[in-house]
């Protein structure tokens, strides 16, 4: 699994709960974030370079866990993977499958960066959907790197939260799509700000349950009946992942292991 730096720690903890007994192992490409702000070629490049690491690594399954990534990736990594009988699954499709079987109104918002706002994946992901949804996106350029900073939030956090909500709450969206994978940590704010009765989609859950799907499917379930292991990589500095990264995940990390990739 990777993202670009602990965002998708908040994919990762929903399978370390529904999938217990596999291992796990997660990349933060940290010294290349934010994903956000690159372009869609620098993003293809980096999920190519990453996927072939991982298989490298004897991965059964990737699971991309960033949005922008996955926002001009997904295709690419599959060219890469599927010849080497390993399937990729990535958020963004999941997401919208929730959404728009969650929404009475019809009307969706998104919140995301400016490289999966722009790459329109959203628009096609809910396009795609069986019913007509209205969908309002909203380019938040600065929320993730907030987070991927790390605590405290202060004034200034709320008020930039404030500011991407308030085209969501003109639009009237009964449900908005955390559509990049560091939001969750700030759902709480975001709930607040949107009102209580908003619905937040977020990838955890939908990714997990897809990967159980595709492991069963495939017959890669692990048999084993002990607790699966979990580590991380990093590209950046593994202390900095470490202090950030067990905050957010809420469990120890362990050693995180630099790598240096081309
Ligand atoms: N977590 C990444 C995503 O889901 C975004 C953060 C970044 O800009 O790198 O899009």
Redesign the pocket.
């Known amino acids: 699994m990777f993202?670009?730096?602990?965002?998708?720690l908040t994919v990762l903890h929903e399978c370390l709960v529904s999938l217990p007994t596999e291992d796990f192992l997660y990349l933060g490409?940290d010294l290349?974030?934010?994903?956000?702000?690159?372009s869609q070629e620098q993003l293809t490049q980096n999920v190519r370079t990453i996927t072939s690491y991982l298989l490298e690594r004897g991965t059964k399954l990737i699971v991309i866990?960033?949005?922008?990534?996955?926002?001009a990736g997904l295709a690419a990594a599959r060219e890469i993977a599927e010849p080497r009988g390993v399937e990729v699954v990535a958020?963004i499709e999941p997401e919208a499958e929730v959404a728009a079987a969650v929404t009475d109104s019809g009307r969706v918002g998104v919140l995301?960066?400016p490289?999966?706002v722009r790459s329109g994946s959203y628009l096609r992901a809910l396009a795609a959907q069986h019913r007509p949804l209205t969908v309002t996106e909203v380019e938040a350029p600065d929320l993730?790197?907030v987070?991927?900073r790390g605590f405290p939030f202060d004034r200034n956090v709320v008020e930039m939260v404030r500011s991407y909500c308030e085209p969501l709450k003109r639009a009237e969206v009964d449900t908005v799509i955390l559509?990049?994978?560091?939001?969750p940590l700030v759902a709480p704010m975001l709930q607040r700000s949107l009102g209580r009765d908003v619905r937040l989609v977020t990838?955890g859950h939908a990714i997990a349950a897809m990967c159980q799907r595709v492991l069963a499917e495939r017959d890669l379930t692990a048999t084993s009946k002990r607790e699966g292991d979990y580590s991380f990589l990093c590209t950046g500095d593994p202390e900095a992942f470490t202090e950030l990264g067990t905050r957010f995940l809420q469990m120890p990390l362990g050693e995180v292991e630099q790598v240096v990739l081309p």
């Open positions: 993202d670009s730096g602990v965002g998708g490409d290349r974030f934010p994903y956000g702000a690159l866990a960033c949005n922008s990534a996955a926002s958020v995301a960066t490289a999966t993730a790197a987070i991927q559509g990049c994978t560091h939001y990838g």
